[in-house]
């Protein structure tokens, strides 16, 4: 009953890696989100997506670039992974028009450790 | 911008009533959620306000003031399992879904 699935559960990478975070929902949604989500700030988008190919930058997109070549399908890069981007991420996707109730359906998360 | 203000923490005894507050300050308002996340589980989706009033669902109501920037979330008959944390989100006229820190509840027996 699986419906957004994030790659990774845990990740631990060293400053300077690159990094790719995969997130796959197999509910035909439009929309697709990563957040971070830290202790005492709660969850920042770090971009969406409206459509394939589609990408728009959120509060904090500094250091992280994404990748929707497929509907299914919303990547999270790091390009060059800092200690200040260890974090848990959070992918989640919404159908269609976003309007009314359009409710987030959340993957289980990726904990990044940079070290 | 948004943003969005709650409460930490809070505790309360299984049977009461805790009522969480939410306030925002938005460029444009187009809807506000209310989402439950147990701990290190994602958040699922509670209730959503657009117009003033209160929304019940069962043991939990959600009620939203526009005016006033205000909401809360109100949790009848507490149960163990209730314990997690209630974020409040509001969205803006540009579709963006802005999220605060969220309220940790600890339900005692």
């Known amino acids: 009953d699986v419906k957004v699935t994030q790659s990774s559960r845990y990740l631990v990478k060293r400053t300077g890696e690159k990094v790719f975070l995969e997130c796959v929902q197999d509910?035909?949604?439009?929309?697709m989100f990563w957040y971070r989500q830290d202790p005492g700030l709660g969850l920042r988008l770090i971009y969406f997506?409206?459509?394939?190919?589609?990408?728009e930058k959120g509060d904090i997109p500094e250091g992280y670039s994404v990748s929707r070549e497929k509907k299914e399908r919303f990547s999270l890069i790091l390009e060059s992974a800092s200690t200040n981007q260890t974090s848990m991420y959070l992918c989640?996707?919404?159908?269609?028009?976003?309007?009314?109730?359009?409710?987030?359906?959340f993957g289980a998360g990726s904990r990044l450790t940079v070290l | 911008g948004q943003n969005i203000d709650q409460p930490t923490e809070m505790t309360a005894t299984e049977g009461a009533i805790v009522q969480i507050n939410c306030t925002y300050q938005t460029s444009g308002f187009n809807g506000l959620f209310w989402y439950q996340q147990h701990a290190g589980e994602a958040p699922t989706f509670l209730s959503y306000?657009?117009?003033?009033g209160l929304e019940e669902k069962g043991r939990f109501s959600s009620f939203l003031s526009r005016s006033k920037g205000y909401s809360y979330l109100l949790l009848k008959e507490l149960q163990m399992k209730d314990s997690a944390s209630y974020l409040c989100a509001v969205r803006d006229t540009n579709y963006k879904l802005s999220f605060g820190a969220g309220t940790t509840v600890t339900v005692r027996a």
């Open positions: 509910m035909d949604h439009e929309n």
């Open positions: 997506s409206y459509d394939v190919k589609m990408k």
């Open positions: 306000n657009v117009l003033d």
């Open positions: 989640a996707s919404s159908p269609g028009q976003i309007s009314g109730a359009n409710v987030l359906t």
